[in-house]
């Protein structure tokens, strides 16, 4: 059997000169562009002796070196994982919402990896596995960061992913995030579009994708605040990168510029709630603060 994760070469053939993500695809078409895209980010592909960039150019010949082999298929479905608890908040037949902790990823990135959210729901509710534009999805239908807590939206059925894929895409879904942040945003808005940098995003009014968050400070002190926030658009890192722009980056995110909060690790945000369209109504959902959020609250002042 071939070990999946093991180091690979691929030689750029004739007629695939451009950019190397293209060539890669292209050799690996079942791969899914998710995987190729974090292979680049996370430093896992070399050309020419030096880490490469999705939009390098290759010529024929070219030696793409890559530190794992990609996989697809079945491969790449989440594998039920019993040891996570999940805290559910709505249970239905044609969907699930859970509230994910902070610190717990929401879908496996490799073939057999456990841990995450993906892996427990798969344990729990085995039709899900295989649900996903994303052989890793295991029905998800949308993801939150690993240090975000909060509620993540899990269908059960074919019909029922798509219709949700299908309200994130037309803007019909509501998320209301939660933060605390280093000093009050100073604006009530964010447009500033978006634009994905290896393990972060900044901002990029040439080739950045479009995003909007509202922000509403709900208490405030000296040195912290409280801020709900609107996310209109579900780009990465949106909300985390937006409130590092308007001069309010969240406590504890050191990515964007936050401040630890004394001996806490991670940072403080949480994904309070979130409304969509659903058959023939709209399912609204509340996800209550975690512990942890609620110290860190009682620590800042707030």
């Not at 057999?112 to 509710?125: L, P, W």
């Not at 690790?265 to 959902?285: K, M, N, V, Y």
């Amino acid at each position: 059997m071939t070990d999946k994760s093991a180091p690979t070469t691929v030689t750029v053939g004739e007629g695939d000169d451009g950019r190397i993500d293209k060539a890669l695809a292209r050799h690996f078409p079942s791969a899914g562009r998710r995987q190729l895209a974090e292979l680049f980010d996370s430093g896992e592909v070399r050309l020419r002796g030096k880490r490469a960039k999705k939009g390098d150019r290759v010529v024929a010949g070219d030696v793409i070196e890559l530190t794992r082999t990609p996989v697809s298929g079945d491969a790449l479905h989440p594998v039920g994982d019993p040891s996570l608890a999940l805290d559910i908040l709505v249970e239905r037949p044609e969907l699930v919402v859970v509230a994910k902790p902070a610190g717990i990823p929401s879908q496996p990135l490799r073939a057999g990896e456990v841990g995450t959210i993906a892996n427990a729901i798969a344990a729990r509710f085995p039709e899900c596995a295989t649900l996903g534009d994303d052989p890793r999805d295991g029905g998800l239908v949308h993801r939150l960061d690993i240090g975000t807590s909060g509620a993540l939206v899990v269908a059960r059925t074919q019909d029922a992913y798509r219709a949700l894929r299908d309200a994130f895409g037309q803007g019909l879904v509501e998320k209301s995030y939660l933060a605390i942040t280093d000093g009050r945003p100073v604006s009530r808005e964010c447009d500033a579009p978006l634009a994905q940098r290896g393990d972060h995003v900044r901002i990029d009014h040439t080739d950045g994708l479009a995003a909007y968050t509202q922000f509403t400070v709900e208490k405030a002190t000296d040195a912290h605040a409280l801020v709900r926030c609107a996310a209109r658009t579900g780009r990465m890192h949106q909300v985390r990168a937006h409130l590092a722009y308007v001069g309010a980056p969240i406590t504890g995110d050191t990515l964007y510029g936050g401040k630890p909060l004394g001996d806490e690790t991670g940072f403080f945000l949480h994904a309070a709630s979130i409304a969509f369209p659903f058959a023939s109504e709209r399912i609204s959902i509340e996800a209550p603060l975690p512990a942890r959020f609620t110290a860190a609250l009682s620590a800042a002042g707030l």
